[in-house]
């Protein structure tokens, strides 16, 4: 299976320490591709069986990754037998060569993003609430160790900055291809 995702707005450098978390950022992050994570369940027949709360199906997947009031459902996970490779095309509004010098550099701000592709783990959603249409909240990865491929192109991005954008923002479009990396759990999911 494969579809494209698009991010638009900041992606911050991973910081070093406790401080440098970036918790809320990768959430918002997150917020942003549920929305169209939810698109894919709804959308395939394979996966729509399992979107439904009155579904053993659902109550199955679902139960694994339920706490802090959000129950998670990532498309790519262990139990699956599924992995993903990810083809990013990386739009910035800096010339070519200074990737680095704003907004951070690109290995530190892909880890914001491989995070915020996946599930976050109890502790980096205890105080945050679910918003309405956040049950089930859906994200591409139960672990970015999942990620078998990364392939990252950069270029300018020559839209005008729009009065909610900073000039670091980026517009990301994800393509992302699930493949399987365990014959014998996906064909029990896939079947």
């Known amino acids: 299976m494969e579809f494209r995702l ?45 979107v439904h709360e009155d579904s053993p199906n659902f109550t199955h997947l679902g139960s694994k990754f339920e706490y802090s009031g959000y129950l998670f459902l990532p498309l790519v996970s262990r ?19 200074n990737l ?3 907004g951070g550099d690109i290995d530190n701000r892909m880890k914001v993003l ?17 918003q309405q249409g956040e049950r089930p909240f859906f994200c591409v990865l139960e672990d970015d160790a999942l990620i078998t491929d990364v392939r990252i192109t950069t270029d300018r991005l020559l839209l005008p900055l729009e009065s909610d954008e900073h000039v670091h923002d980026v517009h990301l479009i994800l393509h992302v291809k699930t493949k399987i990396v365990d014959d014998r759990i996906a064909s029990r999911f896939w079947a």
């Open 6 to 50: 698009i991010y638009r707005g900041p992606l911050p450098a991973q910081g070093a320490g406790t401080g440098g978390s970036r918790v809320q950022e990768k959430h918002a992050i997150r917020r942003q591709l549920h929305v169209q994570m939810r698109e894919v369940w709804h959308g395939h027949p394979h996966l729509n069986p399992y």
């Open 100 to 102: 680095i010098a704003s």
């Open 79 to 97: 139990e699956r037998g599924i992995g993903c490779s990810l083809d990013i095309l990386f739009l910035r509004r800096d010339g070519p060569g």
């Open 114 to 130: 491989f995070d915020a592709l996946s599930i976050p783990n109890q502790e980096q959603v205890k105080n945050v609430l679910p």
